[in-house]
């Protein structure tokens, strides 16, 4: 089992930045993505970005969606089983829960899916609310 806790929301004005963090315990394992996405109320959940996890060749590859594309940035830090997303030039249409998750795969394989129900262990979510 692994665990996932996402820290680092918050009320931030429009244009302001925050940076969420996605520690994991328990089983963790060498062969994952982990992404982060996002669902404001009565919409449903967004892919915002991913990254491999591995420590090898295909460790650190990225994807983002493009509405975050140049003001998101995804980044792991693999001694400490976290992930960060850092959000600059927040907009009003950021604001949500934003989630982490990780994708399990296999030796070998770099998968970075957009897709929510590929992902297998899910965190309880933060909320990020911008002020315009």
């Known amino acids: 089992q692994v665990q996932l806790v996402e820290s680092g929301g918050g009320l931030v004005q429009a244009g302001g930045s925050l940076r969420l963090s996605c520690a994991a315990s328990?089983?963790?394992?060498?062969?994952?993505?982990v992404g982060w996405f996002r669902q404001a109320p009565g919409k449903e959940r967004q892919f915002v970005a991913t990254?491999?996890?591995?420590?090898?060749?295909?460790?650190?590859?990225?994807r983002y969606a493009d509405s975050v594309k140049g003001r998101f940035t995804i980044s792991r830090n693999v001694a400490q089983n976290t992930v960060y997303l850092q959000m600059n030039n927040l907009k009003s249409e950021d604001t949500a829960v934003y989630y982490c998750?990780?994708?399990?795969?296999?030796?070998?394989?770099?998968?970075?899916?957009?897709?929510?129900?590929?992902?297998?262990?899910w965190g309880q979510g933060t909320q990020v609310t911008v002020s315009s």
């Open positions: 998750a990780t994708d399990l795969q296999s030796p070998g394989l770099v998968r970075l899916t957009i897709v929510p129900e590929e992902y297998d262990y």
């Open positions: 328990g089983r963790t394992f060498s062969y994952c993505a």
């Open positions: 990254i491999s996890w591995s420590t090898g060749w295909s460790g650190g590859r990225t």
